[in-house]
Nanobody
Framework: QVQLVESGGGLVQAGGSLRLACTAS????????MGWYHQAPGKVRELVAQ???????NYADSVKGRFTISRDNAKNTVYLQMDSLKPEDTAVYYC??????????????WGQGTQVTVSS
């Protein structure tokens, strides 16, 4: 069984920074794409940023230039550095990963979510 555990959320003032981390645990062959999504109250869950196993990245237009996604494959961990935070970034942030098991089947997993609140 694969688990994704997030950390690093919290309360910050507008213009501040936070760094989220998500570590995958369990037994698996490898992790393919990893990403971060967010969901604000009453809204759908949306992609924030994604990174492939070789480091190619993709960002939502709303966070380009402010957020940076990275990963440490040796630690099975993905990070999201969030700078110049805005009140509209307030949401629950979820980690997501495509994990390939030892039978080479790929399954998609979600973390439990971590709250990010940006005050004005």
């Amino acid at each position: 069984q694969v688990q994704l555990v997030e950390s690093g959320g919290g309360l910050v003032q507008a213009g501040g920074s936070l760094r989220l981390a998500c570590t995958a645990s369990g037994s698996f062959f490898r992790i393919n794409a990893m990403g971060w999504y967010h969901q604000a109250p009453g809204k759908v869950r949306e992609l924030v940023a994604q990174i492939t196993s070789v480091g190619s990245t993709n960002y939502a237009d709303s966070v380009k230039g402010r957020f940076t996604i990275s990963r440490d494959n040796a630690k099975n961990t993905v990070y999201l550095q969030m700078d110049s935070l805005k009140p509209e970034d307030t949401a629950v942030y979820y980690c997501n990963a495509d994990v390939q098991n030892w039978s080479y089947n790929t399954y998609n997993y979600w973390g439990q979510g971590t709250q990010v609140t940006v005050s004005s």
